[in-house]
């Protein structure tokens, strides 16, 4: 958990199939973290209830929300649906003194990053193509054509790679799920994020 009156912000990031659902949920693990729910146009799938991963929202809702300027960021993607971080989320993580995690796309990450340059920015990615190629297939939910489109868009992302932080090469889902959970940790522990409670500890030396 954070001591200073903004959260601590982890944006995570990556290739769509790079597995970062499954790291975020390792970083959400770790008492005094908790996820930013995305507002999404896009239709619920089976497994998905409303309000634990997203707020699915029609198009109109989303527009008047981008209006009234209430997203960090928002992005559609694949040219299809729109995806959006309420700024309340900040809000939230500000009130209950938590980290706030982000799950989104790149375009999504370099818009928070360049409005929040404090958060920390984690790019997950897939050990190869190949790799990634062979992760999209398993989850059989693409036609050749998305699959090729997402793979060219894949390399078009890892070229923003220098946008980032961190990154996790997502080879090996224990040590990666451990290299989130230590890059969440030690952001709390930067001399930028403790100044605050350095300055009051000092105060007690009689400063
Ligand atoms: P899915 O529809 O498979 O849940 O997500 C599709 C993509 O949208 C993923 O890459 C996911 O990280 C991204 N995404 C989810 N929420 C947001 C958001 O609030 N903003 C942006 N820019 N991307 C998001």
């Keep these: 958990m954070s001591s200073s009156q903004?959260?601590?912000?982890?944006?995570?990031?990556?290739?769509s199939g790079s597995g970062k659902s499954t790291l975020v949920q390792r970083i959400l693990e770790l008492p005094g973290t908790m996820l930013s729910v995305s507002c999404?146009?896009?239709?619920?799938?089976?497994?998905?209830?409303a309000g634990k991963w997203y707020n699915f929202v029609s198009e109109e809702e989303f527009q008047r929300m981008v209006s009234a300027g209430e997203f960090l960021e928002y992005a559609q993607v694949f040219g299809k649906?729109?995806?959006?971080?309420?700024?309340?989320?900040?809000?939230?993580?500000?009130?209950q003194h938590k980290d706030l995690v982000l799950e989104i796309d790149v375009q999504g990450a370099l818009q928070a990053k360049r409005?929040?340059?404090?958060?920390v920015?984690?790019?997950?990615?897939?050990?190869?193509?190949?790799?990634l190629e062979r992760r999209i297939r398993e989850r059989g939910m693409d036609s050749e054509e998305e699959i090729?489109?997402?793979?060219?868009?894949?390399?078009?992302?890892?070229?923003?790679?220098?946008?980032?932080?961190?990154?996790?090469?997502?080879?090996?889902?224990?040590r990666a799920g451990r290299e989130a959970q230590a890059i969440a940790l030690g952001s709390r522990c930067s001399?930028?994020?403790q100044e605050a409670r350095i300055r009051e500890i000092l105060k007690s030396f009689g400063g």
């Design 6 to 15: 903004e959260p601590l912000v982890l944006i995570v990031s990556g290739p």
């Design 40 to 49: 999404t146009t896009r239709a619920p799938r089976k497994t998905e209830s």
């Design 81 to 95: 649906n729109w995806y959006g971080t309420p700024k309340k989320s900040l809000e939230e993580a500000a009130a």
């Design 115 to 119: 409005k929040l340059p404090k958060a």
């Design 121 to 131: 920015a984690v790019f997950v990615l897939p050990p190869s193509r190949q790799d």
């Design 148 to 174: 090729r489109r997402r793979l060219e868009k894949s390399r078009q992302e890892i070229l923003n790679y220098d946008h980032y932080d961190f990154v996790i090469i997502n080879d090996d889902l224990e």
């Design 191 to 193: 001399i930028g994020r």
